[in-house]
């Protein structure tokens, strides 16, 4: 996931991969995970700022057509490495996720791991428009990002609460669900997670 520097220079990306940030947790996050056990994923997948490749090597290990995007060079030469090791086939590509229609494919399912929360107004309304013209219609998108503090945790940057997300899919989308989840981290200042919500939408036209 490279999603809170999406609107940094590339390099300033990279930088983020200098050693494994605290998302980076070698595995898919568990409520990914939880949706890949239950069938949830299929057909040809988008992985969004997709960092070293767990969620887009996750839907390669179910037998999908995977894709997974970023700016982090760094990042990208580490996931094709993983899909080397273990065997998978997955498509891995250097792109900006504001500029989704430029790739001139659509997609059954999007992943979008820690990305949307952390994009800036100016670049939410880019990265939106161009999901709904990559994703088919019924296609669906699952989301996870940071929601508002539990008690007693610490703060994390840009949190959102369950009216920002909602408020954010209107015309084009059917918000089928707003969970709260738990976001895995290695960092210390959250042994036990941080506090998230799984998003599940589906691509609907303006009318519906």
């Known amino acids: 996931m490279s999603g ?12 983020l991969y200098t050693s494994p940030p605290p998302w980076d947790i070698g595995r898919p ?23 070293t490749g767990e969620h887009t090597l996750m839907a390669a290990a179910l037998g999908l057509d995977a894709t997974g ?38 997609f059954d399912t999007v992943l979008d791991s820690l990305v949307f929360h952390a994009l800036t107004d100016a670049d939410r309304v880019a990265y939106l428009a161009g999901l709904r013209t990559v994703l088919r219609p019924a296609g669906r998108a699952f989301l996870l990002c940071y929601g508002d503090r539990r008690p007693g945790e610490r703060e994390v940057p840009h949190g959102l609460g369950r ?33 998230a919500w799984l998003v599940a939408l589906t691509r609907v036209s303006d009318e519906g």
């Open 4 to 15: 809170p520097s999406t609107h940094r220079p590339p390099r300033d990306l990279d930088d």
């Open 29 to 51: 996050q568990p409520a990914f995970a939880a949706l890949a056990e239950a069938g949830a994923i299929d057909g040809r997948v988008l992985d969004v700022g997709c960092g």
């Open 69 to 106: 995007i970023d700016l982090a060079a760094g990042a990208l030469e580490a996931a094709r490495e993983k899909a080397r090791r273990r065997s998978l086939t997955a498509r891995f590509l250097r792109h900006d996720l504001r500029r989704l229609p430029e790739l001139g494919e659509t």
């Open 163 to 195: 009216d920002q997300i909602r408020a954010s899919f209107t015309n084009g989308w059917r918000l089928d669900s707003l969970q709260p989840a738990v976001c895995d981290s290695t960092s210390p200042l959250h042994p036990d997670g941080i506090a």
